[in-house]
């Protein structure tokens, strides 16, 4: 496709999308809110995890800070929401340079492992900090209506995948790409390795932190627990493999077909849900190891084809 | 005459291994060394520490007179200086021309910033070294000597002042030799000031200006090619001391 014809398509997608909350039922824009914010996740997660090649398991802590910058902003400072997602993204840059810094110098499954720590580390400190209501949470104003959470966060998966489509034709990004492919051999290039590395953490920090706040504002409550949860971040590494890590719209399919899913699992079936839901995941990464976006890429050349090859290909 | 680049005593260690011991020498501008020693020598190790991969426990290196020893790889490499590897290291997931198009949009100072034109350079550099035919392919599909092609591309493609090369010619057959040969001659005559390390004694003789020869980390000659390997302790480290 033409790139013109691309954004077209692109932009009619998100037009009708915005028109969910006028005619869809309060179900499927809850349900809307939810997946446009686990895209959001899966997005940003793309820009660490895909582009940089760090597998961050400590991207829901900066999901956890931007919920309490909004809900500690909100209630105990009576700000408006607007400078709690201010407040909330400015704690998660903060916090990405600070570990950054140190923990960006390990690599592959070190630093899978360190950040696999900082939620656990993020909880224990939030649980007895006063300002944040300790181990029992708090409680924020309640808000008018899904249909505004909806548009904010449509608008942030918009802003967040912008991102990635200039990340992936932009200098910095090659550099970033460069880092995956081979991180010696960027630097010796000429690429500020660590640099680099920081600022896409940082990157991945403000749109998680901001998805933390809209679903805190939403959700009207927040306790470490939640905030920091672990099994989040897993789940927005799922989504973005099984849509294409690296890819523009790989990670945003991946939210959506996995969200629907589990929706659809979880309300005809109830207790087997989340066993349907593995076999799943682990069929997908058996026969389209490099996500949806590679399979639609590919499937028209090779038709099923495709799938033997990566059977061959894994020595399934 | 212009040194480009000076190396004063340097010395690196390896915890007990002593991989380079207080070696000196320049290279004036536009002028090609050649650094050869038996395996195990330090010859890539000297080339690490020029280009910043490892850092020197003693010494200096100057470039166009500044000290760069301290420096982090990638400043070396926005001064101008550019390295390939030994063992090759294309990005695998990237096309060809990608590849060499990241070394237009990151080395030296004044390379193309911007994507379109670095993608424009990087064919040039394809062209040069004649891998263009291969420029949408997956870096990963490459056979060795190919591979060795696109590892000189991509140095290229920084526009550096001082090329190393760490053995672009093994593996490759006599007729590749020669191409790779006659590329590295142009690119001397570009203004370019480059080390070769290399294997292959017909070709190192026939591009160096000066030779550099080293032996357990030490420098054991430095002179004009024929001199240097008519020389005795240079035979004696390459086929072993002669018998008495």
């Known amino acids: 496709m033409k790139p013109a014809l691309k954004f077209a398509s692109a ?42 090649g760090y597998p961050s398991f400590g991207n829901s802590v900066f999901y956890g800070l931007g919920g309490y910058g909004v809900a500690i902003a909100m209630v105990q400072y009576h700000l408006s929401f607007a400078l709690g997602l201010i407040l909330g993204a400015t704690l998660a840059v903060l916090f990405a340079f600070l570990i950054g810094l140190p923990v960006l110098r390990l690599r592959g499954h070190y630093f899978a492992i360190a950040t696999l720590g900082l939620a656990e580390v993020m909880t224990a400190i939030v649980s007895n900090l006063e300002i944040a209501g300790r181990n029992i949470g708090l409680i924020l104003p309640l808000a008018k209506g899904d249909a505004l959470f909806f548009e904010l966060s449509l608008a942030l998966v918009v802003v967040t995948t912008l991102t990635v489509a200039w990340i992936s034709r932009s200098r910095f990004g090659f550099g970033l790409i460069a880092i ?37 504002y939403w959700i009207t409550y927040l306790d470490p627990g939640s905030a920091f ?14 849509g294409g890590p690296g890819t523009i719209f790989g990670p945003i399919l991946g939210a959506f077909a996995l969200s629907a899913i589990s929706e659809i699992l979880a309300s005809k079936i109830t207790s087997l849900a989340s066993i349907f839901f593995g076999v799943v995941i682990v069929v997908a990464i058996v026969f389209m190891p490099r996500g949806f976006a590679d399979l639609i890429q590919n499937f028209r050349r090779l038709g099923w084809r495709y799938f033997q090859e990566n059977l061959k290909a894994h020595r399934v | 005459m212009d040194t480009i680049l000076e190396v004063r005593n340097l010395t690196k260690r390896f915890h007990g291994l002593q991989a380079i011991d207080r070696v000196t020498f320049t290279l004036e501008r ?35 007179g500044k000290p760069i020893h301290r420096l982090a790889g990638f400043r070396r490499a926005l001064l101008g200086i550019a390295r390939t590897f030994q063992v090759m290291r294309p990005f695998p997931g990237l096309t060809v021309l990608d590849n060499v198009a990241v070394g237009a949009l990151f080395g030296a100072a004044g390379s193309a910033r911007q994507l379109a034109a670095a993608r424009e350079n990087a064919n040039r550099w394809l062209h040069f070294v004649g891998l263009d035919h291969r420029a949408r392919q997956r870096a990963d599909a490459l056979g060795g000597p190919d591979r060795k092609r696109l590892e000189l591309a991509k140095a290229l493609a920084m526009r550096p002042k001082l090329l190393l090369l760490d053995e672009v010619m093994a593996g490759l057959n ?44 030490e420098k054991i000659a430095e002179g004009k090619p024929e001199e240097v390997l008519r020389n005795d302790q240079v035979i004696a480290a390459y086929l072993g001391s002669k018998r008495r």
């Open chain 1, 11 to 52: 932009a009619l997608v998100v037009g009708v999308f915005a028109t969910v909350p006028l005619w869809g039922s309060a179900v499927l824009v809850q349900f809307g809110i939810n997946a446009l914010i686990l895209a959001t996740l899966a997005q940003s997660w793309n820009i660490i995890g895909g582009y940089t």
């Open chain 2, 174 to 217: 006599p007729v590749e030799i020669e191409e790779v040969i006659t590329v590295i001659k142009k690119v001397r005559d570009q203004g370019i000031s480059i080390v070769v390390i290399e294997h292959v004694m017909k070709a190192i003789q026939s591009l160096s200006d000066r030779l550099l020869v080293l032996h357990h980390g």
């Open chain 1, 229 to 242: 949860d672990v099994a989040l971040n897993v789940q927005m590494i799922i989504m973005a493999v099984f």
């Open chain 1, 180 to 216: 995956r492919e081979n991180e010696e051999a960027a630097a010796v290039m000429g690429v500020n390795t660590t640099l680099y590395k920081v600022l896409a953490f940082a990157l991945c920090s403000v749109f998680s932190a901001v998805a933390g706040g809209i679903h805190a």
């Open chain 2, 30 to 64: 536009n002028q090609i060394l050649g650094l050869i020693g038996p395996n195990g020598a330090g010859k890539t190790t000297l080339v690490s520490l020029v280009s910043g991969t490892l850092q020197p426990t003693e010494g200096s290196v100057l470039f166009e």
